[in-house]
C-alpha cells in the first residue's frame, strides 16, 4: 500500500492571496530558465525550460489575396476519400457552429465561391450557402482584422474602404469608413451585423452590396464526390423583400435558403442586394443580415433577430461554464491551449433544442467540417477524456447513442442487433444511399467503448440511477461483442463489412491501407485489432463492477471472462523481439507484426502484464515512433510508413492522449509528461492554439514546427478532450463518487509548469478547488474550496 494523506481545506481569502504572490513569484522563476541535458542520438528531448508561452512562436497560414477555382478531379481507390484543394491550405478560415449548423467562413467573414473547399454555410450536411461576398463601392472591403472570440461564439472582422473615384470625380481616401462585421450562428440561423461608422469630414455617398448564392452541395461532394446527376435548383427569387434560393434533392426533400436584410433600404438584383446609403461626418449605420436554413424535413425552429440571438448564444455559454471544470496554469501557454480546447468542445457540443437528437443532454459531434455529425466513437472517446471535466457530457452520448442503438441485422448498414452506431448522415446523398452513412454501424469498437464509458461515468458521478436506466443496452452491447463481434468463435471481436459500399477497416484506423502485415500486404478479413481486444477487456471489467452496484446476477462471470481474455491477448498479440503487440490478427490468425501506436492503447485498459507494460512503454518512446511532436501512429520504418499519410506515420492526439493516460497507470509518469509536453508545444505552433484532428508525423527538427495535415478537422471534438486526459494522466486522477472520495495518485508536473488550478472538480454531488505545485520529489495538493462531503486522498 502505498503512503498517502488526507488533505484539509485551508482555503480562505488570505490563503489565496499567499497562493497569487507564489505563483506571481514562480512564474516570474519559470522565465528565466536554462537548458537542460541532451538525450542519446536520435532522440529528441525537449531543449529548453521556460515557459512554453514564450519559446512557441505563434504560427499561422498566409492569406490568399485570389479566389480559389475548381481543383483537380482525383480518381482514387477509396470513394470515401476527401480530396484536399491547395489554395484551401493558403487560406485562413474561421469556424463557427451551433446545433446541425456549422460555418466555416474567411477572415474577412465572406464566403467566395469555392467549388472545391468547404467555405460555407452547411446546415444539416447540405451547403446551404455558398458564396456572400461583401463590396463597398463595387469593391471587397480592405481588411484589417479578423478574429473569433475566445467562447467560439462570434467571427468578428474589422474592414475599411479602398481610395475611391466616384460619380464626378469626388474622391473619397482609404480608411474613412470602419465596416465591423460580426457573425454568429444560433440553430439554423446566421446572423451577421454590420457596424459601419464614417471618418470622413465630409458627407458620404456608400453602395453597400451583398451577393448570395447556394449550391445545395452535400458535404460529401464538399470532400470530393462526383454524382452522376443533382436535383433540381431553382432560380433565385424575392418573396416580401426576402432573397429565397432553393433546390429540390433526389431525395424528393426541399430544401431552401432566406436571406433577409435590415437597416437599409434594399433593391434586389437577383441574388445581389444593392443598399444606396449615405452617411454625414461621424454617422454610424447598423445593417443587419439574417440567413436562415429550411428543410422541409424539419418543422422551423423560432426565428432570432441579431441581438435575441446573441444573448440566447451568450445565455448557453454561461450555462456551459457553470457545469464544467475550469483549469488555469501558471504557463500561459498551456492556459491558451486549455482555454481553446474547451471552447472547441463547447462549440461542438449539441444542446437540446439547437440539433436533430432533440434529447434532454448536451451530445458531441466529431469535427468541422467533415464529421460534423453522430459519429459513435468519436463521441464516446471525447466524453471520457472529458470525464472530470464535463461529466454531463458522458451523461448525454450515452443516452444518444443507446437510442440508436442497433436492433436488426441489415447487412446494408452493417448492422446487428446490440451493435453501437458509428455515424448518422442526414444529407441527399446518404437518404438516397448513394452513401451508406444515413444510419451505419460499420465500427468495432464502439460497443465496448459504451460499456467502458458506462463504467467509468458511473465511478465519477454516483449515478446508479442512470446505469440502470442503460442497462439493458449495456448488456446487448456485451451480448453482440459475444456473438456477432466474435465472428469465428475464437473469443476475439472481428470485424469484416457485410454492406458492399461499408468501411473495409473499422477500427478507429479506417482508411483502406491502415492494417497490414510486415511485408506490406493487407490484411485479409475478419481482422481481430489489438486495441478492440483491450476495449472489450475493459467493457467486461466495468460491466463486472457495475452489476455489483446495481445487484444484478452476472458480475463474477464477466470478469472471470475477462481474465482469460486478458491471458490470451498477452499470449497471441505479444511480439518478443518487438517489446510490444501485433496491430491485428488476420483471418487466419496470423500477426500484423508491424510496430504501431495501437498497442500503446493497451496501457490504457490495463492488459499488459507489469513485465511487458514497462518494455511497452519504453518502445512507445523510442525516436522512430515518438516524433517529438508525440507518438506517431506507425513507426518509422516499417511497411507503409509515410508521414504525410491519414494512419500510417502521422501524429493523432486523442490516441496519445490514451496512450498516455495507460504511461501513468503502469507507473511511467514521466512518460506521460513527456507526450503532455509534446503535444502542448505542438498545440502553440498550430492557428489558434487549437490541436487539429491530426498532423503529420515527421520528426521534429530545431527551430521547426509540427506540419499539418492537409485536411484535418480542426476544431475536432477528440483533438480537444485530448489535453484534458493528458491533465489527468499528469495529475493520477481518480474519482471515486460512491465513496465521496478523490485521489490523486503521485501528482506530477512537467519542469516548466510551477503550479496547476483546477476549479469546480465535481465528484458526485460535492465540489472542489484544488492547486497542484511542482517540488522536488513530486507534486503537492492544496484544497482551496469544497462543497459537499469528499475525502481528498493524495498519494506518495
Same mark, same amino acid.
Not at 465500427?443 to 464509458?453: E, H, I, K, R, Y
Not at 466495468?542 to 464477466?558: F, P, T
Given at each position: 500500500?502505498?503512503?498517502?494523506? *488526507?488533505?484539509?481545506?485551508?482555503?480562505?481569502?488570505?490563503?489565496?492571496?499567499?497562493?497569487?504572490?507564489?505563483?506571481?513569484?514562480?512564474?516570474?522563476?519559470?522565465?528565466?530558465?536554462?537548458?537542460?541535458?541532451?538525450?542519446?542520438?536520435?532522440?529528441?528531448?525537449?531543449?529548453?525550460?521556460?515557459?512554453?508561452?514564450?519559446?512557441?512562436?505563434?504560427?499561422?497560414?498566409?492569406?490568399?489575396? !485570389?479566389?480559389?477555382?475548381?481543383?483537380?478531379?482525383?480518381?482514387?481507390?477509396?470513394?470515401?476519400?476527401?480530396?484536399?484543394?491547395?489554395?484551401?491550405?493558403?487560406?485562413?478560415?474561421?469556424?463557427?457552429?451551433?446545433?446541425?449548423?456549422?460555418?466555416?467562413?474567411?477572415?474577412?467573414?465572406?464566403?467566395?465561391?469555392?467549388?472545391?473547399?468547404?467555405?460555407?454555410?452547411?446546415?444539416?450536411?447540405?451547403?446551404?450557402?455558398?458564396?456572400?461576398?461583401?463590396?463597398?463601392?463595387?469593391?471587397?472591403?480592405?481588411?484589417?482584422?479578423?478574429?473569433?472570440?475566445? &467562447?467560439?461564439?462570434?467571427?468578428?472582422?474589422?474592414?475599411?474602404?479602398?481610395? %475611391?473615384?466616384?460619380?464626378?470625380?469626388?474622391?473619397?481616401?482609404?480608411?474613412?469608413?470602419?465596416? *465591423?462585421?460580426?457573425?454568429?450562428?444560433?440553430?439554423?440561423?446566421?446572423?451577421?451585423?454590420?457596424?459601419?461608422?464614417?471618418?470622413?469630414?465630409?458627407?458620404?455617398?456608400?453602395?453597400?452590396?451583398?451577393?448570395?448564392?447556394?449550391?445545395?452541395?452535400?458535404?460529401?461532394?464538399?470532400?470530393?464526390?462526383?454524382?452522376?446527376?443533382?436535383?433540381?435548383?431553382?432560380?433565385?427569387?424575392?418573396?416580401?423583400?426576402?432573397?429565397?434560393?432553393?433546390?429540390?434533392?433526389?431525395?424528393?426533400?426541399?430544401?431552401? %435558403?432566406?436571406?433577409?436584410? !435590415?437597416?437599409?433600404?434594399?433593391?434586389?438584383?437577383?441574388?445581389?442586394?444593392?443598399?444606396?446609403?449615405?452617411?454625414?461626418?461621424?454617422?454610424?449605420?447598423?445593417?443587419?443580415?439574417?440567413? &436562415?436554413?429550411?428543410?422541409?424535413?424539419?418543422?422551423?425552429?423560432?426565428?432570432?433577430?441579431?441581438?435575441?440571438?446573441?444573448?440566447?448564444?451568450? *445565455?448557453?455559454?454561461?450555462?456551459?461554464?457553470?457545469?464544467?471544470?475550469?483549469?488555469?496554469?501558471?504557463?500561459?501557454?498551456?492556459?491558451? +491551449?486549455?482555454?481553446?480546447?474547451?471552447?472547441?468542445?463547447?462549440?461542438?457540443?449539441?444542446?437540446?433544442?439547437?440539433?436533430?437528437?432533440?434529447?434532454?443532454?448536451?451530445?458531441?459531434?466529431?469535427?468541422?467540417?467533415?464529421?460534423? %455529425?453522430?459519429?459513435?466513437?468519436?463521441?464516446?472517446?471525447?466524453?471520457?477524456?472529458?470525464?472530470?471535466?464535463?461529466?454531463?457530457?458522458?451523461?448525454? +452520448?450515452?443516452?444518444?447513442?443507446?437510442?440508436?442503438?442497433?436492433?436488426?441485422?441489415?447487412?446494408?448498414?452493417?448492422?446487428?442487433?446490440?451493435?453501437?452506431?458509428?455515424?448518422?448522415?442526414?444529407?441527399?446523398?446518404?437518404?438516397?444511399?448513394?452513401?451508406?452513412?444515413?444510419?451505419? $454501424?460499420?465500427?468495432?469498437?464502439?460497443?465496448?467503448?459504451?460499456?467502458?464509458?458506462?463504467?467509468?461515468?458511473?465511478?465519477?458521478?454516483?449515478?446508479?440511477?442512470?446505469?440502470?436506466?442503460?442497462?439493458?443496452?449495456?448488456?446487448?452491447?456485451?451480448?453482440?461483442?459475444?456473438?456477432?463481434?466474435?465472428?469465428?468463435?475464437?473469443?476475439?471481436?472481428?470485424?469484416?463489412?457485410?454492406?458492399?459500399?461499408?468501411?473495409?477497416?473499422?477500427?478507429?484506423?479506417?482508411?483502406?491501407?491502415?492494417?497490414?502485415?510486415?511485408?506490406?500486404?493487407?490484411?485479409?478479413?475478419?481482422?481481430?485489432?489489438?486495441?478492440?481486444?483491450?476495449?472489450?477487456?475493459?467493457?467486461?471489467?466495468?460491466?463486472?463492477?457495475? #452489476?455489483?452496484?446495481?445487484?444484478?446476477?452476472?458480475?463474477?462471470?464477466?470478469?472471470?471472462?475477462?481474465?482469460?481474455?486478458?491471458?490470451?491477448?498477452?499470449?497471441?498479440?505479444?511480439?518478443?523481439?518487438?517489446?510490444?503487440?501485433?496491430?491485428?490478427?488476420?483471418?487466419?490468425?496470423?500477426?500484423?507484426?508491424?510496430?504501431?501506436?495501437?498497442?500503446?492503447?493497451?496501457?490504457?485498459?490495463?492488459?499488459?502484464?507489469?513485465?511487458?507494460?514497462?518494455?511497452? #512503454?519504453?518502445?512507445?518512446?523510442?525516436?522512430?515512433?515518438?516524433?517529438?511532436?508525440?507518438?506517431? %501512429?506507425?513507426?518509422?520504418?516499417?511497411?507503409?510508413?509515410?508521414?504525410?499519410?491519414?494512419?500510417?506515420?502521422?501524429?493523432?492526439?486523442?490516441?496519445? !492522449?490514451?496512450?498516455?493516460?495507460?504511461?501513468?497507470?503502469?507507473?511511467?509518469?514521466?512518460?506521460?509528461?513527456?507526450?503532455?509536453?509534446?503535444?502542448?508545444?505542438?498545440?502553440?505552433?498550430?492557428?489558434?492554439?487549437?490541436?487539429?484532428?491530426?498532423?503529420?508525423?515527421?520528426?521534429?527538427?530545431?527551430?521547426?514546427?509540427?506540419?499539418? $495535415?492537409?485536411?484535418?478537422?480542426?476544431?475536432?471534438?477528440?483533438?480537444?478532450?485530448? +489535453?484534458?486526459?493528458?491533465?489527468?494522466?499528469?495529475?493520477?486522477?481518480?474519482? &471515486?463518487?460512491?465513496?465521496?472520495?478523490? +485521489?490523486?495518485?503521485?501528482?506530477?508536473?512537467?519542469?516548466?509548469?510551477?503550479?496547476?488550478?483546477?476549479?469546480?472538480?465535481?465528484?458526485?454531488?460535492?465540489?472542489?478547488?484544488?492547486?497542484?505545485?511542482?517540488?522536488?520529489?513530486?507534486?503537492?495538493?492544496?484544497?482551496?474550496?469544497?462543497?459537499?462531503?469528499?475525502?481528498?486522498?493524495?498519494?506518495?
Amino acid at each position: 500500500m502505498r503512503p498517502c494523506r *488526507r488533505l484539509w481545506h485551508r482555503g480562505g481569502r488570505g490563503a489565496r492571496c499567499g497562493r497569487r504572490r507564489r505563483a506571481a513569484v514562480l512564474k516570474n522563476k519559470l522565465a528565466a530558465g536554462g537548458a537542460r541535458s541532451g538525450r542519446a542520438p536520435g532522440a529528441f528531448r525537449i531543449a529548453a525550460r521556460g515557459a512554453l508561452w514564450h519559446r512557441i512562436p505563434h504560427m499561422t497560414a498566409a492569406p490568399l489575396s !485570389s479566389p480559389a477555382q475548381e481543383g483537380e478531379h482525383l480518381r482514387v481507390g477509396d470513394e470515401y476519400y476527401v480530396l484536399a484543394s491547395s489554395l484551401a491550405s493558403r487560406r485562413r478560415k474561421h469556424i463557427l457552429a451551433h446545433g446541425d449548423t456549422f460555418a466555416v467562413l474567411d477572415q474577412t467573414g465572406d464566403l467566395p465561391f469555392a467549388i472545391d473547399e468547404e467555405l460555407g454555410l452547411v446546415f444539416r450536411g447540405t451547403r446551404h450557402l455558398s458564396q456572400f461576398e461583401l463590396l463597398a463601392s463595387g469593391r471587397p472591403p480592405f481588411f484589417l482584422s479578423g478574429a473569433v472570440g475566445r &467562447d467560439n461564439l462570434r467571427a468578428v472582422a474589422n474592414l475599411t474602404n479602398n481610395d %475611391t473615384q466616384g460619380d464626378g470625380g469626388l474622391f473619397t481616401p482609404r480608411s474613412t469608413l470602419s465596416i *465591423r462585421r460580426t457573425t454568429l450562428l444560433c440553430g439554423p440561423q446566421m446572423l451577421v451585423r454590420l457596424v459601419l461608422h464614417s471618418f470622413h469630414l465630409e458627407p458620404l455617398p456608400l453602395r453597400l452590396e451583398l451577393v448570395f448564392a447556394a449550391d445545395f452541395r452535400d458535404v460529401f461532394e464538399l470532400r470530393g464526390l462526383r454524382r452522376a446527376r443533382r436535383g433540381s435548383l431553382e432560380p433565385p427569387r424575392v418573396e416580401d423583400d426576402v432573397l429565397v434560393l432553393a433546390y429540390r434533392g433526389l431525395d424528393g426533400v426541399g430544401r431552401a %435558403t432566406r436571406c433577409a436584410i !435590415s437597416g437599409a433600404e434594399v433593391r434586389w438584383r437577383g441574388p445581389r442586394a444593392v443598399l444606396e446609403l449615405a452617411f454625414a461626418p461621424q454617422e454610424e449605420r447598423v445593417v443587419d443580415v439574417v440567413v &436562415d436554413c429550411r428543410s422541409e424535413q424539419i418543422t422551423p425552429a423560432p426565428r432570432h433577430g441579431f441581438a435575441g440571438a446573441e444573448a440566447d448564444r451568450e *445565455r448557453e455559454h454561461r450555462l456551459w461554464q457553470v457545469e464544467h471544470t475550469a483549469v488555469q496554469a501558471a504557463d500561459e501557454g498551456l492556459s491558451a +491551449v486549455l482555454g481553446q480546447a474547451m471552447a472547441d468542445v463547447f462549440l461542438l457540443t449539441v444542446p437540446p433544442e439547437a440539433g436533430t437528437l432533440h434529447g434532454v443532454d448536451r451530445f458531441v459531434y466529431a469535427g468541422i467540417p467533415w464529421f460534423a %455529425t453522430v459519429f459513435g466513437r468519436d463521441a464516446l472517446i471525447t466524453a471520457r477524456q472529458m470525464l472530470l471535466f464535463a461529466p454531463g457530457l458522458a451523461r448525454g +452520448v450515452l443516452r444518444v447513442l443507446a437510442a440508436l442503438q442497433g436492433t436488426t441485422v441489415n447487412p446494408e448498414r452493417d448492422e446487428e442487433p446490440g451493435k453501437i452506431i458509428h455515424e448518422a448522415r442526414y444529407g441527399e446523398m446518404a437518404a438516397t444511399g448513394e452513401v451508406p452513412f444515413g444510419r451505419y $454501424y460499420g465500427s468495432v469498437d464502439a460497443t465496448p467503448l459504451f460499456c467502458m464509458l458506462l463504467g467509468a461515468y458511473a465511478r465519477v458521478t454516483g449515478d446508479l440511477a442512470f446505469v440502470r436506466e442503460l442497462w439493458p443496452n449495456a448488456c446487448a452491447a456485451l451480448d453482440w461483442m459475444a456473438h456477432y463481434g466474435d465472428r469465428d468463435g475464437d473469443g476475439y471481436v472481428e470485424y469484416q463489412r457485410t454492406s458492399e459500399h461499408g468501411l473495409v477497416n473499422q477500427g478507429w484506423k479506417d482508411s483502406g491501407d491502415a492494417i497490414f502485415h510486415r511485408d506490406g500486404r493487407l490484411a485479409e478479413p475478419p481482422i481481430a485489432l489489438v486495441e478492440v481486444q483491450g476495449y472489450r477487456y475493459a467493457a467486461l471489467v466495468a460491466m463486472a463492477e457495475l #452489476a455489483d452496484l446495481i445487484g444484478v446476477e452476472g458480475g463474477g462471470r464477466w470478469l472471470a471472462e475477462a481474465q482469460a481474455l486478458r491471458e490470451r491477448i498477452n499470449a497471441d498479440f505479444w511480439l518478443e523481439g518487438e517489446d510490444t503487440y501485433a496491430l491485428a490478427l488476420d483471418r487466419h490468425k496470423r500477426p500484423c507484426a508491424v510496430v504501431a501506436s495501437n498497442a500503446g492503447q493497451l496501457l490504457f485498459c490495463r492488459v499488459p502484464d507489469p513485465q511487458r507494460a514497462q518494455r511497452l #512503454a519504453a518502445r512507445l518512446l523510442r525516436a522512430d515512433l515518438f516524433a517529438g511532436w508525440g507518438i506517431r %501512429t506507425l513507426a518509422s520504418g516499417q511497411p507503409r510508413y509515410n508521414p504525410m499519410s491519414y494512419h500510417n506515420g502521422s501524429v493523432w492526439p486523442h490516441d496519445n !492522449s490514451l496512450i498516455a493516460a495507460g504511461l501513468r497507470s503502469g507507473g511511467r509518469v514521466e512518460g506521460a509528461l513527456e507526450v503532455l509536453t509534446a503535444l502542448v508545444e505542438a498545440a502553440l505552433h498550430f492557428e489558434d492554439r487549437r490541436l487539429p484532428e491530426l498532423f503529420c508525423g515527421f520528426g521534429r527538427r530545431r527551430d521547426t514546427a509540427p506540419v499539418p $495535415y492537409p485536411v484535418a478537422c480542426r476544431p475536432q471534438a477528440w483533438a480537444a478532450g485530448s +489535453v484534458f486526459l493528458l491533465l489527468e494522466a499528469a495529475l493520477g486522477l481518480e474519482a &471515486d463518487a460512491l465513496r465521496r472520495r478523490i +485521489v490523486l495518485h503521485q501528482p506530477q508536473l512537467p519542469a516548466w509548469l510551477p503550479w496547476l488550478e483546477v476549479r469546480n472538480l465535481r465528484v458526485g454531488e460535492a465540489r472542489v478547488d484544488l492547486n497542484v505545485v511542482r517540488g522536488k520529489y513530486g507534486g503537492s495538493v492544496e484544497i482551496l474550496r469544497k462543497e459537499g462531503e469528499l475525502e481528498v486522498v493524495e498519494t506518495r
